[in-house]
């Protein structure tokens, strides 16, 4: 008889992968940053582990949006009255492309601790330096 091996968290293997974002669509691309903070790429995954890679975004600012989504809006609320606070994607890809990305991996990342966890995986650059060339290089 055949049984589904686990992976303990002390088993799991990390990558890095670097990701130019530079005319890629963005829907598409948070798709696949977040199969790669779950770790569902890998033959050993475990949903109620963190076994996912570490993702490296560079160009974060030039990715390509199809569609209508330039009017898109993200809202977050401050905790009092009145205080529904509005962002179209046009503008939060110009001033500031990480918190693009993490808004749209984390709606696809777990709702729990350890989707939180994934999260701080991701390293969203908007330009193409970033300084985890010493991790990267070993891949």
């Known amino acids: 008889m055949k049984f589904t091996r686990m992976v303990k968290p002390n088993e ?3 990558k890095w992968h670097v990701i130019d974002a530079e005319g890629k669509t963005f829907g598409r691309l948070v ?8 770790g569902k ?3 050993n995954y475990t949903p109620h582990v963190d076994c996912g890679d570490y993702v490296v ?4 600012s030039k990715v390509k949006v199809s569609g209508n989504k330039e009017s898109k809006e993200y809202h977050r609320h ?3 009255f009145g205080g529904v606070k509005s ?5 939060l890809r110009e001033k500031n492309p990480e918190k693009l990305f993490k808004l749209a991996t ?10 939180r966890a994934m999260l701080k995986k ?7 330096e970033h300084p985890h060339t010493a991790q990267v290089k070993g891949n």
């Open 41 to 43: 790429h890998k033959p």
């Open 122 to 128: 991701l390293k969203v650059y908007p330009g193409s």
């Open 78 to 80: 401050t905790g009092y």
């Open 106 to 115: 984390r709606g696809m990342l777990p709702k729990t601790k350890l989707g």
């Open 31 to 38: 798709t696949e940053i977040a199969t790669l903070l779950r």
């Open 12 to 14: 799991v293997e990390r």
């Open 57 to 60: 975004v560079i160009n974060a």
């Open 87 to 91: 962002e179209k994607l046009a503008e």
